[in-house]
């Protein structure tokens, strides 16, 4: 794979609008003409000058405009919380694996917490391409939930999860998943890494292939400083994924069940 | 030795292409793959006596032809090369360890256990641009840098590169080196840049400055292989902006033995090492030389 020259330069876009979902939930929806197209699962890196730049799945993105979902967890995003209409931003990119959406199959759609962002965004996909899917979402509670809605609102069957049972199914996202599995050809799966691991044994176990998109600390984006290693396997996050085909991953020497 | 493989003083690389130290260099699974890929050595991230975080990201900063990065010198520290070098060494190319250093005591400790730990060669990182107290700071003093050398080759039995920067005193820093015993040159390090992203108004790079690597600095390099050939002709590894096979037998006639690549590997992948040999090999037919051996140097022939 090479990356072309037009995605390594900061392009600048305008922060259009920002939604808040819910406790420490945001997104900004910002108008970017210059930056080639994501696919869903790809990234992209965000740099608010004078912080750091940070990896980022685009929640859907199409004619020049692109949202991104972020949660608030240290000083990049907690700046990024607080940013108004207007205001720019810079972003390089896009980067990386996306789903492959290729296929005229059905696909269950998997997301927990913020890693509903680039599953969402396959569900937009999906549906223009009319494949059937149904999107699934895990949250703690249910002020946590992010795009259920949404994929209703597209036609596609849509399951909130919450831990809490404050709505939708209570328990584990992955506890719906394998009760619901039967009759699904591809899962696609983004979220903390104890429920991929789970995703890929309950896929393994039932014969349906499996996409999960993995989370490690991006620096550089490209596959040269090294930063993004997936341990024991010698494969880049940010390069060979984010998005992986989980039989590539157990082929290198991931494995599932041990949890961080 | 076959048409493709060459010699670095004591070692025998099957073919010219070296991964350079800082890609992808911390990680020993990494560095096996990217032996399996086709490079004939690789190089680790240059390692410290204590663990490194590196700076606060931006880290890279791309630029017209070419990159700029200033990562920091981010390594887990020199008590993790056992680990790197055995995972490394299953890759089946030689593994060189660079090192980078403030004193001739810390480049001591540092080489001896790489050594006793399977490394195949060490290079010592006298050229660093971005980061204080290491590298070019060391480099552009040519009596420290004697020292430095003198102590590291004569304390360990496998060959000592030093790898060198642009500075005003380059060719007597080579000089220096090769009379306390350096083993080969590795030619050159990045440059110290800066770039400004106008529409942020701010440097792009969390440190400000980075050096710049990638085709700008293929012709500089070119230069330096040159010149360090016409005075001294020692074994030589050109690294510098190396994208295709051409800047490769470039580095070649110049007179490298061997070729390192970094920036290459951002832009296209570690495929990129199979395909600038098969480009050796076509090169190599069409003019009608047998080996690699045959074109070392060969724009210095009348
Ligand atoms: C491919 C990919 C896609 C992602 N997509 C999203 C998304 O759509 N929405 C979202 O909210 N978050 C996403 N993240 C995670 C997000 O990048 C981190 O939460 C963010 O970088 C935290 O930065 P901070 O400065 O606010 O926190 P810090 O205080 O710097 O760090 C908090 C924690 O975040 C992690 N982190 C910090 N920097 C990075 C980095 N550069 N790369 C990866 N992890 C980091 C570390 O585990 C750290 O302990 C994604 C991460 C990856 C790898
Ligand atoms: C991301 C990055 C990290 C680097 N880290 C090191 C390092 O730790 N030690 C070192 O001697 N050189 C380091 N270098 C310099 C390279 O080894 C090489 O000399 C330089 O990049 C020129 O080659 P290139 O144009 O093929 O990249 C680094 C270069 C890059 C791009
Ligand atoms: S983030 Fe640098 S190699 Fe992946």
């Not at chain 2, 330096?224 to 006639?253: H, N, Q």
């Amino acid at each position: 794979m090479t990356i072309g020259m037009t995605s390594l330069r900061y392009v600048r876009g305008f922060i259009d609008e920002v939604v808040t979902h819910g406790p420490g939930l945001k997104s900004l929806v910002i108008n970017i003409d210059k930056l080639p197209v994501t696919v869903p699962g790809q990234f992209i890196m965000l740099w608010v000058p004078g912080y750091e730049e940070i990896p980022l799945s685009p929640s859907y993105h199409a004619n020049g405009v692109i949202r991104l979902t972020i949660r608030e967890r240290g000083p990049t995003t907690r700046k990024i919380h607080s940013m108004d209409v207007g205001e720019p931003v810079f972003l390089r990119g896009p980067y990386g694996t996306g789903f492959d959406l290729s296929r005229r199959a059905r696909y269950l759609l998997v997301g927990g917490g913020y890693g509903a962002a680039p599953i969402i965004f396959a569900g937009h996909v999906l549906h223009k391409k009319g494949f059937e899917s149904m999107y699934i979402e895990g949250v703690k509670s249910r002020e946590y939930g992010l795009y259920t809605e949404e994929a209703g609102k597209l036609g596609m069957e849509s399951m909130l999860v919450t831990e809490d049972g404050s709505s939708g199914y209570k328990g584990l996202v992955t506890e719906y998943v394998e009760k619901n599995i039967d009759g699904y050809d591809i899962v696609l799966g983004c979220g903390p890494e104890p429920m991929l691991n789970r995703l890929i044994e309950i896929c393994l176990e039932h014969g349906v292939e499996c996409q999960v998109s993995m989370e490690r600390y991006i620096k550089c984006g490209v596959g040269i400083c090294g930063s993004c290693i997936l341990e024991g396997t010698g494969l880049l996050v940010c390069r060979d994924g984010p998005v992986f085909n989980a039989r590539d991953l157990l082929e290198a020497g991931y494995e599932v069940g041990v949890d961080d | 030795m076959t048409r493709l493989s060459t010699k670095i003083s004591s070692l025998t690389l099957v073919n010219p292409l070296v991964l350079a130290s800082g890609i992808l260099g911390n990680d020993g699974l990494l560095l096996a793959r990217a032996a399996k890929a086709g490079f004939g050595a690789v190089t680790t991230k240059s390692m410290t006596l204590e663990p490194r975080e590196g700076y606060d990201t931006p880290i890279i900063a791309f630029v017209e032809s070419g990159l700029l990065n200033a990562v920091g010198l981010s390594n887990p520290g020199y008590r993790a090369l056992p680990d790197i070098l055995k995972e490394a060494r299953e890759g089946g190319a030689p593994v060189i360890v660079s090192i980078a250093a403030s004193t001739p005591g810390e480049f001591h400790i540092i080489a001896s256990y790489a050594e006793e730990h399977g490394a195949d060669a060490v290079e010592l990182n006298l050229s660093c641009p971005h980061v204080k107290g290491h590298g070019l700071q060391i480099g552009q003093d040519p009596g420290y840098t004697y020292e430095i050398v003198k102590t590291v080759s004569s304390s360990v039995d496998i060959p000592v590169f030093i790898k060198v920067g642009i500075t005003d005193s380059l060719m007597e820093t080579v000089s220096r080196s090769l009379d306390a015993g350096a083993d080969a040159i590795v030619a050159i390090n990045t440059l110290k840049a800066m770039a400004i992203d106008v529409y942020a108004k701010k440097p792009i790079l969390s440190n400000k400055y980075g050096g710049l690597s990638g085709p700008a600095i293929h012709p500089v390099a070119t230069r330096v292989v040159y010149e360090i050939y016409r005075e001294y002709s020692p074994p030589i590894i050109g690294v510098g902006g190396v994208m295709t096979w051409i800047d490769a037998v470039e580095f070649i006639l110049a007179g490298a033995s061997a070729v390192g690549i970094g920036t290459a590997v951002a832009f296209k992948g570690l495929s990129t090492a199979g395909e600038i040999l098969q480009g050796i090999e076509k090169y190599l037919d069409s003019e009608g030389f047998s080996s690699i051996e045959d074109i070392i140097g060969y724009v210095h022939r009348r």
